[in-house]
């Protein structure tokens, strides 16, 4: 056995299913390196990709709705240029591993029907209404088309109607996020009174309100490359302390392109800085703890009968964990294998 559950096998496969896991190498193997789960990018706007960065302006001059910088590229950016966006940065993340991402998604049943065009990972979508407002109509229309709604926060919004977009979409069996105290710490009790499945960034969040939404399991996804960006630090080792389950993402894809191999790296040399010695946890927060976010189970096994879900990537003679984290980012995998879907050198 070597550090965090990783050891020495091989794992055969058909036709997009595992038929074979054994200890030792393979006798005939087509790639050999580390073999690990596929990851999932738990937060992106991956649309943002169109908008042209403007490093004079403020988090609230860029991504504030309705009339931030982002919202009015968007606004004129024809749904064409939207969808060949989507293809090529879903594309690109299934070839570095990533099976799935969740997208909180502009522009309404429209703007969350773009998201089809993903032909590489496959998209989870958190959509979001036109304005940050309350019409039963357009949400009950949006979530035939997505997985959940994903309203920007409580301070862009009327708390009342925030109430009334929470209680239609439980009661549509959907999930609702919020992204909460990325530059102003907002009231955590009135967060939390909207049954949030999830939040994402908590920058500003205190000590107690961390330790509230480990008590209240509530997953945290961060985005600390994008946080960084707007001059903000993600407090990753005071959430994980305070037993908080944390998901990795990358955010708004105008300033961070969605490669969780270099958000990986970030998230594990901030993790450094904060005083952390070891970057196991970062392993789990691309994989186990992403996949609670987009509902799937984050038992992962490779088991024979099961579905391909894993990756292999280059291995560096170091602690695997040192290896993944800190030494493959700007490297491909060598091989992806997301059911059929199959990136790499096969």
């Known amino acids: 056995m070597v550090p965090a559950g990783f050891w020495r096998g091989h794992i055969g496969f058909e036709d997009g299913v595992i038929v074979e896991v054994g200890k030792g190498p393979a006798k005939d193997s087509v790639v050999e390196g580390i073999v690990l789960p596929t990851f999932i990018n738990a937060h992106t706007h991956i649309v943002d990709y169109v908008v042209p960065v403007d490093l004079g302006m403020t988090l609230a001059e860029v991504v504030a709705p309705p009339d931030g910088l982002k919202y009015r590229v968007l606004r004129e950016t024809p749904l064409e240029r939207q969808r060949r966006a989507v293809s090529y940065l879903s594309e690109r993340m299934l070839q570095k591993g990533v099976s ?4 909180f998604r502009e522009g309404g049943v429209e703007g969350s029907t773009v998201l089809s065009s993903a032909q590489g990972a496959r998209p989870f979508i958190m959509g979001k209404t036109r304005r940050p407002r309350f019409d039963r109509e357009e949400v009950l229309e949006l979530l035939k088309v997505a997985d959940g709604i994903g309203p920007s926060a409580i301070s862009d919004w009327d708390y009342e109607e925030l109430r009334e977009l929470s209680n239609l979409v439980h009661s549509e069996g959907k999930v609702l996020a919020l992204h909460c105290s990325e530059r102003i710490r907002e009231d955590l009790d ?66 961070s392109f969605p490669d969780m191999f270099i958000e990986m790296e970030f998230a594990g040399r901030l993790l450094r800085s904060q005083g952390m010695s070891r970057l196991d946890c970062v392993m789990s927060m691309v994989t186990a703890n992403g996949r609670k976010i987009i509902n799937e189970s984050p038992l992962i096994e490779f088991d024979p009968g099961s579905p391909c879900d894993f990756m292999v990537v280059r291995e560096h003679g170091g602690d695997p964990v040192t290896d993944v984290v800190l030494r493959t980012a700007g490297q491909d995998p060598l091989l992806v294998c997301a059911g059929r879907k199959r990136r790499g050198l096969l």
């Open 100 to 103: 799935a991402f969740s997208d």
């Open 190 to 255: 009135k967060v939390l009174d909207l049954k949030p499945s999830y939040l994402i960034h908590m920058c500003q969040a205190t000590d107690g309100d961390l330790e509230v939404c480990a008590q209240e399991g509530i997953p945290i996804v961060v985005c600390p490359r994008s946080n960084m960006f707007f001059g903000l630090t993600t407090p990753l080792r005071r959430m994980i302390e305070a037993g908080v389950v944390v998901a990795l993402g990358t955010d708004n894809a105008m300033i």
